[in-house]
């Protein structure tokens, strides 16, 4: 039996396995030409860069320090061992063939991205979004999203639990242009057409993956200022560190997103997936043990100590460790973090010598130094914008006469002349400054006579779709009313009631009118759905929307009396993933205040203003727990509608 059961428990072992990706050296000096293809002739250069190597070695350590992936199982390919074959064969022989249901798939590139032609594919520019292998400059291919896209389809067919994080241009929906000092990670689009036509199957987010793109499909990503790092890539690293154990993934994720716009303000990362995969912990799970421990590495001779643990861990310069279950050994205090999973200490108390191996744990924490906070400002000229608010402040008496009295438009707001001048203004005039900007409006170059264009066929468009609609509508139904509506208001000639109900009544009468006191529940209560204290808190909201109410009255099972109310508020507390699986009866309120059906409205409203409330069940006087209907203040609103407009 014992052998049976350990049998058991290793055929179902979740494994963990990752391929991790960084270029950083695109020269492909050692790689020889792709066969039957040669480079791109439209791509003149394919710039290196600084930190995917780094990323790529940054996440392993957070891999194997964090979220509990065996060394063994993490494979990694850099500058120009990431070939395109290279890349497709560890997919193959890595993420795919071995892979069992449940395991935990990880596949993480960094480095350039770019698009490819394919005059058969599904995108409406038919070019698909790429990542540049290390030989693409001896005429490999892309690798392309929809070519991952089957492969990461068999990965999921296995039933495993993937997760894919690009940082790279053109990686998946959500960048905003450069800042200054920054390297983007894309090079120009291949114009070779590779016609594949698919198919390619499912989107693998619709499938259950989660994807996280450092920027969106048309846009571009960025380094850290000091190159050593994708600035969407160090973010999530910062915060993964920061997560909780189980911190769901799009909560990590938006805390990244929080830190890379200190650097990079106009990079928008996406995170892309279902509901259960955007609240599942990134991998499954982020290792937190109940102590933080570390190993020793060895003791150098100047008395110093190499520790297997440094930032990722936790650990900051001036924590305190100390060896596992010793509560009077010798000290260790961190003088200097030397990478994610490594750090130097500084020994004292030693009274024999410490074998290498020895585990540690921290006895006294180090608060890190205060982050600084990054701004970006763009440049920009003062007079520029002074210029800009005169012209669109002068313009609007101007304008307003022009469209009164030469153009004779009904415009009473002057809706025109404050609104939509002064836009079109500022559009043209953004052509004007916009080049005075290092790098651009928002990383994009924007020219005058772009702008003008532009607002020209802005204003041709409208005027012309204005008329067509406006001489359809007038030859369908007509578009003036008559004087006689126009001089009595459409509010009577077309709703038949005032807007206004209180100014009519107060005109036709000296004094105030009490309406309210002549008019009884009965007579504008309404029947209302009810529910019991058993049903989901899903099914209870479903039934407001439909009917558009927001609070409904509860009836018990057995006997139908009325035992509470129950309203959106109070729906509202619950999280909308456990609605579902939460009942009525742990949330609705059981003191109920209710109105009888000959109360006066104006009574209920004294009691409604009191109380706060605005929903009364209406009960017997006889039998105060049988329902007959509710009276809202909405029902109220319009019974004092019509009664004022009744004694006007």
């Not at 961190?334 to 200490?345: E, F, K, M």
Request: net charge negative; charged share 20%.
């Amino acid at each position: 039996m014992p052998v049976m059961l350990l049998a058991f428990f290793a055929a179902v072992q979740i494994h963990r396995h990752a391929l991790l990706i960084g270029i950083n050296d695109y020269t492909a000096s050692h790689l020889r030409a792709a066969p039957h293809w040669k480079a791109a002739p439209n791509r003149e250069d394919w710039p290196d860069l600084g930190g995917a190597a780094n990323d790529a070695v940054g996440l392993r350590d957070m891999l194997t320090a964090r979220c509990g992936f065996d060394p063994r199982d993490v494979v990694m390919l850099t500058d120009q061992a990431a070939t395109r074959e290279a890349i497709l064969h560890a997919i193959h022989s890595h993420l795919i063939d071995g892979v069992q249901a449940g395991d935990v798939v990880f596949f993480y590139f960094a480095g350039h991205g770019s698009q490819q032609r394919n005059s058969k594919s599904d995108e409406p520019d038919k070019f698909d979004e790429s990542i540049i292998p290390a030989d693409s400059r001896r005429g490999a291919l892309d690798i392309r999203d929809k070519e991952l896209r089957r492969l990461f389809n068999a990965i999921l067919d296995r039933g495993a639990k993937l997760t894919v994080m690009i940082d790279a241009c053109h990686s998946g929906s959500g960048a905003r242009g450069l800042l200054t000092g920054t390297r983007s990670r894309g090079i120009a689009p291949d114009l070779r057409d590779v016609a594949d036509g698919g198919p390619w199957g499912p989107r693998p987010e619709n499938r259950g993956a989660l994807v996280l793109a450092a920027s969106q499909d048309f846009a571009n990503a960025g380094e850290t200022p000091d190159h050593q790092h994708g600035a969407f890539t160090w973010a999530w690293i910062q915060s993964l560190r920061a997560a909780a154990p189980d911190e769901p993934a799009v909560e990590t994720f938006l805390r990244a997103q929080a830190r890379m716009r200190g650097e990079r303000p106009f990079q928008d990362p996406v995170l892309a997936g279902n509901d259960s995969a955007r609240r599942t912990p990134f991998l499954g799970t982020v290792s937190a043990p109940r102590r933080t421990v570390v190993a020793l590495q060895r003791v150098r001779r100047d008395g110093t100590a190499v520790l297997e643990g440094g930032w990722a861990n936790g650990l900051d310069v001036g924590a305190e460790l100390r060896p596992v279950g010793m509560s009077g050994g010798p000290r260790f205090v961190i003088t200097s973090i030397d990478g994610l999973v490594r750090s130097t200490a500084r020994i004292s108390g030693v009274t024999a010598p410490i074998p290498p191996g020895t585990l540690l744990e921290i006895v006294a924490w180090a608060a890190p130094p205060p982050a600084q906070l990054a701004v970006s400002v763009p440049r920009t000229s003062a007079s520029a914008g002074e210029l800009r608010g005169l012209a669109a402040g002068v313009q609007i008496p101007w304008t307003s006469r022009l469209i009164a009295r030469v153009l004779q438009i009904d415009d009473p707001c002057d809706v025109g002349p404050v609104h939509a001048t002064p836009g079109l203004l500022g559009g043209m005039a953004a052509g004007l400054w916009a080049p005075m900007i290092p790098n651009g409006f928002h990383g994009y170059n924007v020219h005058f006579m772009a702008q003008f264009v532009g607002t020209a066929t802005a204003i041709a468009y409208g005027l012309v779709a204005s008329v067509i609609l406006f001489k359809t509508v007038d030859w369908l139904v007509g578009l003036r009313v008559s004087e006689d509506e126009e001089l009595s208001g459409l509010d009577l000639a077309q709703h038949g009631m005032p807007a206004y109900p209180e100014l009519i009544a107060a005109a036709a009468s000296p004094r105030p009118l009490h309406v309210l006191s002549a008019v009884r529940v009965s007579q504008v209560m309404n029947t209302v759905p009810s529910v019991t204290p058993e049903d989901s808190l899903d099914h209870v909201q479903e039934l407001m929307f439909g009917r558009e109410i927001f609070a409904l009255p509860v009836l018990r099972l057995n006997d139908e009396d009325l035992c509470g109310i129950i309203t959106m508020a109070d729906i509202t507390k619950i999280d909308r993933a456990e609605r579902v699986n939460v009942r009525v009866a742990a949330v609705y309120s059981r003191q109920v205040q209710s109105a009888f059906p000959d109360e006066t409205i104006h009574e209920v409203v004294e009691r409604m203003r009191e109380l706060h409330l605005a929903n009364f069940p209406v009960v017997s006087r006889r039998e105060e727990n049988r329902l007959l209907g509710m009276v809202t203040k909405g029902d109220i609103v319009l019974a004092y509608r019509q009664v004022a407009l009744d004694s006007a």
